[in-house]
Each structure stands twice: as structure tokens, then as C-alpha cells.
């Protein structure tokens, strides 16, 4: 999800849904809709970069937005892939 660009925090203000988590019965998963979580990404992207001052419509603005996020996650992907490997983690199954 964090291809996106968006902490907890933003993503607390999206409706959700919640299902049981077979790692962790205490910690429940939250699913939110995709195209959710890609409007706010789109909406904090143009906000933080100051276009909502130049007065568009919502639409050119989420546009625009999404080209920011866009750049943004292809930046991120081109830092990862040039870093070291990363090594896997091994989550074992509880039962609930």
C-alpha cells in the first residue's frame, strides 16, 4: 500500500474494512479501496507541491497530482533497485 505515498494516519481518514489477521488475532487488517487510497495520494501530492493555489478544478488537480505521485514511487523504485538486497522475513502462522 505504501506505494502510494500515504502514512496511517491519512489513510484513517478512508472508509475501510476489517478482517481477521491469522498473524496477529489481536491486530486486525483494515482493506481500503484502491481507487480511495489513489485519490488521496493524488489530492496530498498536488496539495504538498502548492498546486491547489493556483485555483483548478479538482479533476486537473488529481491529475496533476497523480503525475507528482507518479514520479514519485518511480524515484523510490529506481533508489531501491540500486541499494542493496534486502533479505526475506519468515512470518509464522497463529491460529486464532
Do not use: W
Not at 481518514?13 to 482493506?31: D, Q, V
Not at 505521485?69 to 531501491?80: A, K, N, P
Amino acid at each position: 500500500m505504501n506505494s502510494f505515498f500515504v502514512n496511517q494516519s491519512e489513510l484513517d481518514t478512508l472508509p475501510y474494512e476489517e478482517f481477521p489477521n491469522r498473524y496477529n488475532c489481536a491486530i486486525p487488517i483494515r482493506s481500503y479501496r484502491r481507487e480511495d487510497v489513489r485519490t488521496l495520494a493524488c489530492r496530498k501530492h498536488a496539495m504538498l507541491a502548492g498546486l491547489h493555489k493556483q485555483g483548478l478544478a479538482l479533476k486537473e488537480l488529481l491529475r496533476r497530482g497523480e503525475k507528482l505521485q507518479t514520479q514519485m514511487y518511480v524515484d523510490s523504485f529506481t533508489s531501491l533497485t540500486q541499494s542493496a538486497p534486502s533479505t526475506s522475513t519468515f512470518i509464522p502462522k497463529v491460529s486464532c
